[in-house]
């Protein structure tokens, strides 16, 4: 995460006392808020406490820490059913899908791995992306190890908890989920950027002849969603683009459904490609975005003391199961 994503959302607007209430709808006999139970803070703590370790280094794009993050996030998706596809690229082919890095700047780590885990939809040519990044910032001459727990530890946490609901609720989705756990978003997005560029990729949709544009009805993104700047009334910021705003209204029928204290800020896009996450390549295609991000940019951000410790475990329980809810509604007619 990036702090030029932070700026609009410090002029979010709160609509949602001025919003009608809709009750979150009942569909196909499956009623979401069942599995609500399925997301525990214990799993939450324990995939949080693994990823911040010191073990892993602070997970830097191309490391053997970062391999390490990427095997135990594979376990995972396998523990709940899943057979995660691993998406390995070099340097030389990311080069050649997004081009080499601009003169100055670093090189491209030699190797990086995105992480993607299928559950097939109805429709087969149609997919929802979820997505959140893995690797951090690493160990720094000087400065130490950056743990990364909000930034992105607790967006895989998302992410994983999803993708384990989503799997308890025997629900077939009209369309065909894929999530997603990203490599080298702070190198400069690249995990998400190769993914973007090289679809359809006969590794994970080789059935897919059509663009991204045709294929992706929406994509989700976790970056920083752990942490709050009023653990009182916790709040996450929802940005989505407003080309599409069946997004804001699916979001508000949803809230209904999550008990407070909770606060949504929100925080309007275009798809035109700005933003410093992983959503901004999807952004950038016009495809309908969410983006769920920090309330307000923390003082540890991207410094050592990112720390597990630090993390609102209730916010993040929270925004994940609103996030069900929507993804819920996207993908059950
Ligand atoms: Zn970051």
């Known amino acids: 995460m990036k702090k030029d994503c932070f700026i609009s959302a410090v002029f979010a607007v709160m609509l949602w006392a001025i919003l009608p209430a809709v009750s979150f709808a009942q569909k196909e006999n499956i009623n979401p808020s069942d599995y609500f139970d399925v997301y525990t803070t214990e799993y939450a703590e324990k995939v949080v406490d693994f990823l911040a370790s010191e073990r892993l ?11 390490k993050a990427m095997k135990f ?4 998706f396998k523990k709940v059913g899943y057979e995660p596809i691993l998406q390995q690229f070099s340097n030389e082919e990311l080069a050649d899908a997004i081009g080499k890095p601009k003169e100055g700047k670093e090189p491209y780590p030699l190797q990086q791995c995105n992480v993607v885990a299928e559950l097939k939809g109805k429709n087969q040519d149609k997919y929802i992306v979820v997505g959140a990044h893995y690797d951090h910032l ?3 001459e000087g400065v130490g190890i950056h743990p990364g727990a909000d930034d992105n530890a607790s967006g895989i946490v998302a992410l994983l908890s999803l993708a384990k609901m989503m ?7 009209q369309y065909t989920l894929l999530f997603c756990a990203w490599d080298g978003e702070e190198k400069g997005l690249l995990g998400s950027k190769y993914f973007v560029n090289t679809w359809p990729s006969d590794l994970i949709v080789p059935e897919c002849g059509a663009s991204l544009k045709e294929s992706v009805v929406c994509y989700m993104n976790f970056d920083m969603v ?8 916790p709040g996450v910021t929802f940005a989505w683009n407003n080309n599409y705003p069946y997004l804001l209204d699916i979001c508000k029928k949803a809230q209904e459904s999550i008990s407070k204290p909770f606060q949504v800020l929100l925080d309007e896009r275009r798809g035109d490609g700005k933003g410093g996450s992983d959503y901004a390549p999807f952004s950038a295609q016009d495809i309908p975005f969410i983006a769920w991000m920090e309330d307000f940019m923390h003082e540890d ?10 993390l609102h475990w209730e916010k993040l329980r929270k925004t994940t199961l609103l996030a069900y809810l ?3 509604d996207l993908i059950v007619e």
């Open 167 to 173: 799997k308890a609720s025997g629900v077939v989705p």
């Open 138 to 140: 690493g160990y720094k």
């Open 301 to 310: 951000y991207h410094k050592p003391t990112d720390t597990p410790d630090k």
């Open 226 to 233: 752990g942490r709050t700047i009023t653990p009182e009334n």
């Open 73 to 76: 996030i594979v376990k995972e």
């Open 326 to 328: 929507i993804l819920f």
């Open 57 to 67: 280094k602070g997970r830097e794009a191309g490391t053997k820490q970062a391999v």
